[in-house]
């Protein structure tokens, strides 16, 4: 963990946001900011309105609320921990605010999606049993240890692919969530044939980029693999969808060919979009 990471404690009304992603109806975020620091997160736009200034992956604000989550709201709904933030990041341990809002979530008739780059969640296999209608997802997008930690600061691969086996040796419904898949380098067949022994459900999410981060990993594919970077420069500055549209193709077959079950979420700011207009 990072010892330079600034920490704050702030009171908030409710833990519930309703939620414009194309897979909930409602988020929570137990934090604000996120220790792991990843390079491509697009949620660093909250610095906009939480008036951090600190570089992204160098604070925390740990959310304290009074009011219990409204359960009633939740009724047939699907709510998702986290969207802009990882639950399951390092403070996690010493505070417990996902814990202490899971312990809640339990007696909730509603769909629970957490999503994770943290061994952690397994300490709360006790509370994932008690949920009939829960699905833990943990983020692979690679199988070397370099690029992983060149891009977050979260558990190492091989720590995710236990956590995943221990959940899914409990019981729990697994979620392997390929996000984003790099252009050229995220291994998918490997990393299906290597999981899907323990892995219920496989989500594909491509990488887009944008503002700040975009120059930043551009700039680390021309120096870590410049024999990408015209490729990279095809698809994020002229915008070439021909790579994307193949691998959807790519993806659909080979997992089929595989046996197993997923969804892509290749398109989502389409699919966010869509949801608006249905209401």
């Known amino acids: 963990m990072n010892a330079e ?30 220790p792991h620091g990843c390079q491509y997160c697009y949620a660093r736009f909250m610095k906009r309105f939480t008036g951090h200034q600190e570089k992204w992956g160098t604070f925390i604000d740990v959310k304290e609320c009074d009011n219990p989550v409204s359960l009633k709201k939740l009724q ?37 999606i957490i999503s994770t780059k943290s061994k952690l969640i397994t300490r709360d296999i006790d509370l994932l049993q008690k949920m009939p209608h829960v699905k833990a997802a943990l983020s692979i997008n690679t199988l070397h240890e370099k690029f992983r930690a060149d891009m977050d600061n979260g558990s190492t691969i091989a ?3 236990e ?7 409990a019981g729990i ?43 930043t990993i551009l700039e680390y594919i021309n120096t870590n693999y410049p024999a990408l970077y015209e490729k990279y420069r095809e698809i ?6 021909v790579y994307w549209k193949g691998l959807e193709e790519s993806l659909a077959d080979y ?11 290749f398109y989502h700011e389409k699919l966010v979009e869509e949801k608006k207009k249905k209401g």
């Not at 979620?175 to 022994?197: C, G, N």
């Open 76 to 112: 047939g709904k699907t709510v998702m921990l986290s969207s802009v933030t990882d639950c399951y990041n390092p403070f996690e341990e010493k505070y417990a605010v996902t814990r202490k809002i899971l312990e809640q979530l339990v007696y909730a008739d509603c769909n629970v």
């Open 173 to 215: 419904y697994t979620v392997l969530f390929m996000s984003p898949i790099f252009p050229y380098l995220t291994q998918y067949a490997e990393i299906i044939d290597m999981t899907k022994e323990f892995t219920c459900e496989y989500w594909f999410e491509n990488l887009n980029l944008r503002g700040g981060y975009k120059k």
């Open 236 to 241: 994020y500055v002229e915008k070439n969808g």
């Open 163 to 169: 956590a995943l086996k221990a959940l899914h040796a």
């Open 255 to 265: 997992a089929a060919g595989s046996g197993v079950k997923f969804i892509n979420y």
């Open 5 to 34: 990471i600034t920490i704050n404690k702030v009171t908030v009304r409710d833990y519930l946001t309703k939620s414009s992603l194309p897979a909930s109806d409602y988020v929570i975020n137990p934090y604000i900011g996120c």
């Open 159 to 161: 720590e995710r692919i």
